[in-house]
């Protein structure tokens, strides 16, 4: 069973930066394709970034675009989500995901992915 455990969010001022975090179990790692969601009390999940297992593709929301960047160390078994110039729409809930066989969306569809975390409060004060 993998698991996956997010950390690193918390209460920033609008136009501050946060670094979540993704600790994540299994053999495997390097050949998962992982993905970052995010959920706002009230809206549907959202896809924000996702990445394959060798890093060299990436794709991300038009809404986080320029803002947030999505990478991994796979000798760590860790993924990574720098978000800069954070806006008051960027609070919500977010959620590591992790793509182990299965049938594949997209890097940014939940439907992708078969494995989450229990997920890291981001806050956004203007």
């Known amino acids: 069973q993998v698991q996956l455990v997010e950390s690193g969010g918390g209460s920033v001022q609008s136009g501050g930066s946060l670094r979540l975090s993704c600790g994540v179990s299994?053999?495997?790692?390097?050949?998962?394709?992982m993905g970052w969601f995010r959920q706002a009390p009230g809206k549907e999940r959202e896809g924000v970034a996702g990445?394959?297992?060798?890093?060299?593709?990436?794709d991300y929301a038009d809404s986080v675009k320029g803002r947030f960047i999505i990478s991994r160390d796979n000798a760590k078994k860790t993924l990574y989500l720098q978000m800069n110039s954070l806006k008051p729409e960027d609070a919500a809930m977010y959620y590591c995901?992790?793509?182990?066989?299965?049938?594949?969306?997209?890097?940014?569809?939940?439907?992708?992915?078969?494995?989450w975390g229990q997920g890291t409060q981001v806050t956004v004060t203007a």
């Open positions: 995901a992790a793509a182990i066989g299965g049938s594949w969306d997209g890097p940014r569809a939940e439907r992708s992915y078969n494995f």
């Open positions: 299994g053999d495997r790692y390097s050949t998962y394709c």
């Open positions: 990445i394959n297992g060798g890093s060299s593709i990436t």
